[in-house]
Structures are given as structure tokens and as C-alpha cells.
């Protein structure tokens, strides 16, 4: 092959890279474009219909959450989350943190990566929901959403699920969403590797604990300092219950973080006895 056609060849490919790393990032949810036309007071659950999105098996990283938001700012909050299912009969298979927007209008919360994901086993078709704790999310007419009047369906939890709506296949529109692309960092506590952070992870951190690497095993120091301690510790619990609990797995509440600091400091001195 001349050289001509091996640098054509090597153009189109880079062309094409670079079109498909512009197309990764896909939306789900309505967004916050649009009229807004009314909002709900109280604590109503909502999940999108309008906009949902087929995504393949793969982990994924939750890049931000955008949405409108009225009143009750600076106290109320509003919590994103994302289901698979529907309509009507969700599963929960990510659960963003709480967020208070502090002024009415407009906000991008942005995740940093490998900060909020979610693992997917098969292709599935995803929707973005919103819980209002209190602040208001303002919709549009038209469209579909599941929506669930006054009284919140959470709190929520991953595998959780949504059912029984006060007023389903509701022809509102809410103005939220998110932005989702497949994951290039690795899950962000997940020290096993196994897609989700949860007693393993926080078991590999405390069979490890006060030693350097090596000999301790280097997945119990995802700070990366040559030692497992608080700052590994901090990185399991920061993200605890994040991702999709294995089959033999379920999700637990977060450990005690004084508890934990107990069992630590008896491993410190036992370990300075050997």
C-alpha cells in the first residue's frame, strides 16, 4: 500500500474516533429547555417517559444533573436518580446525591469521573427520574411521565422498586435530566473490581490496615501514598453502595464510621503485638 492511501486510511480512522468520542455522551430526560407551565408543591416522586435511552451492557459514569428548579431554595432538596423498566414498574439502578439548589432557575451539577456509575448486564432502555424532598422541579405540558403526587416514593435505594403511581402515564414533562457516557475510570471505591462498592472493597481496606505496600495488597491503597489508611478507608465509604450489587451481593446501609475506627484500632494493636 502506497503511502498516500496508509495516511488516507489512517485519516479516515482518526475521523472516525473522534466522531464516535463526540457521540458517547447521550442524554436521558427532558433536560431543562422549554416553558415551564407549572411546578408541584410537597415531595412528589417523578420518572420521565418522554426521553428515555437504549443503552448496551457496559458500565457507565453519570456526568451531571441538570434541572429547573422554583422555590424552596436553600433548604429543600431534590434527588436525580435512574431507573430501567417501565412504564409504571421501575427498577432503581442509580441514586445521585441529595442536592439543595440554593436560588430559583437553572443548575448543572456536575459528578467528577468515576464518581457516579452504573452497571448494566444486558441492553436495556433507561429513564431519568427526580424525588422533589421539598424543592420544586417546574414542568411543561405534554409528554409522559410516571409521576407519583405529594408523598415521595423513597428514600431510594439501588435495586429498588417503583411502582404503584398516583398518576401514571401523567401528559406533563419535568424539566430535568442527565448525561451519561461508558465509563473510562474505574468506579471510585470499587477496590475488587467486581462493579460495585460494598463489603468487599471495605473488607480488602481492613485485612490491609496500617501497613505499607508492599507487603500489604496495592487494591487496598486506591489513594495510591504506599500506605492503607484513613485515606483508603475514606474513598470505600465516600462511595459506599455505589454501582450494582453483584447477584450474591445486596446493598447495605453504610457501616458506622466510629464502629469501623474501633474494629481499625484493635487490627493497629494486634498488628503491634506481632
Excluded: C
Excluded at 448496551?56 to 424552596?72: C, E, I, K
Excluded at 421501575?90 to 459528578?111: A, D, L, Q, R
Excluded at 471505591?189 to 485485612?207: E, H, K, P, R, T
Amino acid at each position: 500500500m502506497s503511502n498516500m492511501k496508509v495516511a488516507a486510511v489512517l485519516a479516515t480512522a482518526i475521523l472516525f474516533v473522534s466522531d464516535a468520542q463526540q457521540t458517547l455522551a447521550a442524554t436521558v430526560g427532558a433536560g431543562t429547555s422549554g416553558p415551564q407551565t407549572g411546578g408541584d408543591t410537597g415531595t412528589p416522586t417523578n420518572v420521565d417517559l418522554t426521553s428515555p435511552l437504549v443503552l448496551a451492557a457496559g458500565s457507565y459514569d453519570v456526568l451531571n444533573f441538570d434541572t429547573r428548579a422554583l422555590a424552596a431554595m436553600g433548604v429543600n432538596a431534590i434527588q436525580p436518580f435512574l431507573t430501567t423498566g417501565g412504564p409504571n414498574n421501575h427498577t432503581v439502578i442509580w441514586v445521585g446525591p441529595e442536592f439543595i439548589p440554593p436560588f430559583s432557575g437553572t443548575h448543572n451539577v456536575v459528578y467528577a469521573p468515576g464518581e457516579q456509575q452504573f452497571t448494566l448486564d444486558s441492553e436495556q432502555t433507561i429513564y431519568a427520574g427526580v424525588d422533589s424532598l421539598g424543592a420544586i422541579v417546574p414542568f411543561v405540558s405534554g409528554g409522559l411521565t410516571d409521576h407519583n403526587s405529594t408523598v415521595s416514593l423513597g428514600p431510594l435505594s439501588v435495586g429498588q422498586t417503583l411502582s404503584g403511581f398516583s398518576a401514571p402515564n401523567l401528559g406533563r414533562t419535568y424539566l430535568f435530566g442527565m448525561n451519561v457516557e461508558p465509563a473510562t475510570t474505574p468506579l471510585v471505591g470499587d477496590l475488587d473490581g467486581d462493579g460495585f462498592v460494598g463489603i468487599g472493597d471495605l473488607n480488602l481496606v481492613l485485612s490491609n490496615w496500617n501497613q505499607n505496600v508492599p507487603p500489604a495488597n496495592p487494591l487496598a491503597d486506591p489513594s495510591g501514598d504506599g500506605f492503607v489508611g484513613i485515606d483508603d478507608l475514606g474513598q470505600v465509604l465516600g462511595n459506599w453502595n455505589a454501582g450494582v450489587p453483584p447477584n450474591d451481593q445486596a446493598a447495605i446501609p453504610e457501616p458506622g464510621t466510629l464502629g469501623i475506627l474501633g474494629v481499625l484500632s484493635m487490627l493497629s494493636k494486634r498488628k503491634q503485638r506481632e
